[in-house]
T-cell receptor
Framework: DAGITQSPRHKVTETGTPVTLRCHQT?????MYWYRQDPGHGLRLIHY???????DKGEVSDGYSVSRSKTEDFLLTLESATSSQTSVYFC??????????????FGPGTRLTVL | RKEVEQDPGPFNVPEGATVAFNCTYS??????FFWYRQDCRKEPKLLMS???SGNEDGRFTAQLNRASQYISLLIRDSKLSDSATYLC???????????FGQGTRLTINP
């Protein structure tokens, strides 16, 4: 158990509404990640963070923003949700750094449906 | 060309059989390699890291061929509980990010 929780676990919303997903970790890991998973595409990186207030874009960042004001929380915001953002969202952490890369551990996921 | 490619399957094999998956990666600067397992409607979980010399964990054996840029996973004496999607994962040197293959779906039949 990597001590990662996500909230909400399920959400249904309407097009055009803002949505914020929360990832919370209890083990003071430096790196946190947001992915989306869709059939035919696998897991794709949206944004990641390498420290408090330090974030960077992934391959599918358009339409998403993130914030990390505390080590333990990484928030993903859809400013104006669209149907194309219907997906399963996973948060992940790693304690990686330095010359070697450590594996990632995932939260349980959030199923988001945008109508 | 995708950075990490896997045969999506599905693979349907009888219980007790040996099954092998391959995965190819395109970036020769890839440094770390992993196999993850994902059950239906669950999060991916690390199955094993893949080392240059190859490594084994019980019924699971992982191999890395850097020259040909592929990774393999062998499952011996397959169990019903091995039914899942297996994800090939690669890290690029210097990048604190992972690249995931689409996954190979495996079903073990009684």
């Amino acid at each position: 158990d990597a001590g990662i929780t996500q909230s909400p676990r399920h959400k249904v919303t309407e097009t055009g509404t803002p949505v914020t997903l929360r990832c919370h970790q209890t083990e003071n890991h430096r790196y946190m990640y947001w992915y989306r998973q869709d059939p035919g595409h696998g897991l794709r990186l949206i944004h990641y963070s390498y420290g408090v207030k330090d974030t960077d874009k992934g391959e599918v960042s358009d339409g998403y923003s993130v914030s990390r004001s505390k080590t333990e929380d990484f928030l993903l915001t859809l400013e104006s949700a669209t149907s194309s953002q219907t997906s399963v969202y996973f948060c992940a952490i790693t304690s990686g750094g330095g010359s070697s890369y450590n594996e990632q551990f995932f939260g349980p996921g959030t199923r988001l449906t945008v109508l | 060309r995708k950075e990490v490619e896997q045969d999506p399957g599905p693979f349907n094999v009888p219980e007790g059989a040996t099954v092998a998956f391959n995965c190819t990666y395109s970036n020769s600067a890839s440094q770390s390699f992993f196999w993850y397992r994902q059950d239906c409607r669950k999060e991916p979980k690390l199955l094993m890291s893949v080392y240059s010399s190859g490594n084994e964990d019980g019924r699971f054996t992982a191999q890395l061929n850097r020259a040909s840029q592929y990774i393999s996973l062998l499952i011996r004496d397959s169990k019903l509980s091995d039914s899942a999607t297996y994800l090939c994962v690669v890290n690029i040197q210097g990048a604190q990010k992972l690249v995931f293959g689409q996954g190979t779906r495996l079903t073990i039949n009684p």
